[in-house]
């Protein structure tokens, strides 16, 4: 299976948005709070902001979080990431996670990085 395959990339971005809105209506101050948290941690600083979503898709392949490896593999490609360097970061979370991160990182991951590098 390839990337072509997964055609549901787009539509996971947009139901994790289409929850939020929900929650929102319930807990915008939470929602806020939250979203106001994460802004300062992806900001650009010592870091930049590629670095960053590497950094978090990483994470997100070690965890397994379908959800954010998505979220974070479009913004690796929107910082201009090469496929090499999210290899790299998919690499790293194989290392600390083993067959599972592997699992998710050659697979659903990386499908979902050269999917929105494309766009």
């Known amino acids: 299976m390839n990337h072509e395959n997964h055609d549901n990339f ?3 971005l947009l139901y994790v948005k289409e929850k939020t809105s929900e929650v929102e209506k319930n807990l915008p101050e939470l929602t806020e709070q939250y979203f106001r948290f994460t802004d300062s941690a992806f900001k650009e600083g010592s870091l930049d902001k590629k670095t960053k979503q ?7 392949v070690y965890t397994k979080d379908h959800y954010c490896m998505v979220y974070h ?5 929107e910082h201009q ?13 194989i290392a600390l996670g ?8 050659v697979t659903f991951a990386h499908d979902a990085f050269l999917h929105f590098q494309e766009k």
């Not at 590497?54 to 997100?60: E, F, M, Q, R, T």
């Not at 593999?73 to 490609?77: D, T």
């Open 73 to 77: 593999a479009k913004g690796a490609a």
């Open 54 to 60: 590497l950094i978090a898709l990483s994470i997100a």
């Open 10 to 12: 787009n539509d996971v």
């Open 98 to 105: 083993g067959g599972a991160a592997w699992s998710q990182g």
């Open 81 to 93: 990431a090469e496929e090499q360097e999210v290899l790299e970061a998919i690499g790293v979370a």
